[in-house]
């Protein structure tokens, strides 16, 4: 069975600092591909970023990056900086190698308040 | 800008009526999604198409959700006869190539059912 647990429900932080979303991920495929979205409070999931299970360099965009470790199956989402029109609902997501079937977690709840 | 594009953006009818909740995807797009994201479950897959094809529906309801898709223009997803507990957000979402690959989101539809 597949499974993706975001354990930060909400976290809330003052604007520039840096904030750290956890991913842990749960599969038995050697194949798969993580992502993730974001949520803004207009209710339209943005995508992210997508990993396939054989890269796991770390991936950075401008204040986004993304730590990736098969080792302990996470897929971290750190952002550098924070600034208001960061906060959302970010979701981790999860999907195999069949490749239709995704599974998100339950989102995190960012604030980041100026 | 391509979008998928969803109608209508908010709908409340009563108890017993037939609902249906319209999806454009983007123009190339081959696979069509629907989600349902309520606050105790979040995201859930309802169906999954794959160029028209529906390919999985195992999230649906079967007695009273019904998903199609006439064109390539055209996802159609309806409730008959629709439930208080089917108040929720639907998303349409569309990709390029397949579930393991990233998908673009529309708006949502909230259904309010009374």
């Known amino acids: 069975a597949q499974k993706v647990t975001q354990a930060q429900t909400e976290i809330s932080v003052v604007e520039k600092e840096d904030v750290t979303l956890d991913c842990v991920y749960e599969t038995r495929d050697t194949t798969y591909y993580l992502f993730w979205y974001k949520q803004p409070p207009s209710g339209e999931l943005v995508f992210l970023i997508r990993r396939n299970s054989f890269d796991e360099q770390n991936e950075i965009s401008g204040r986004y990056s993304w730590n990736f470790q098969k080792s302990t199956s996470s897929f971290n989402f750190t952002i550098t900086a924070s600034q208001v029109v960061d906060s959302a609902v970010y979701f981790c997501a999860l999907s195999n190698t069949g490749g239709f079937k995704t599974i998100f977690g339950a989102g995190t709840r960012l604030f980041v308040k100026a | 800008d391509a979008r998928v594009t969803q109608t209508p953006r908010h709908k409340v009818t009563e108890m017993g009526q037939e609902v249906t909740m319209r999806c454009q995807p983007i123009?190339?797009?081959?696979?069509v999604f629907w989600y349902r994201q309520t606050m105790m479950q979040g995201l859930e897959l309802l169906a999954y198409f794959r160029n028209r094809a529906p390919l999985d529906d195992s999230g649906m309801p079967k007695d009273r959700f019904s998903a199609e898709m006439p064109d390539a223009t055209l996802a159609t997803l309806k409730i008959q006869p629709s439930e208080p507990r089917d108040s929720a957000v639907y998303f349409c979402?569309?990709?390029?190539?397949?579930?393991?690959?990233?998908?673009?989101f529309g708006p949502g539809t909230r259904l309010t059912v009374t």
């Open positions: 123009l190339g797009h081959n696979t």
């Open positions: 979402a569309s990709g390029p190539r397949g579930g393991a690959y990233e998908q673009y």
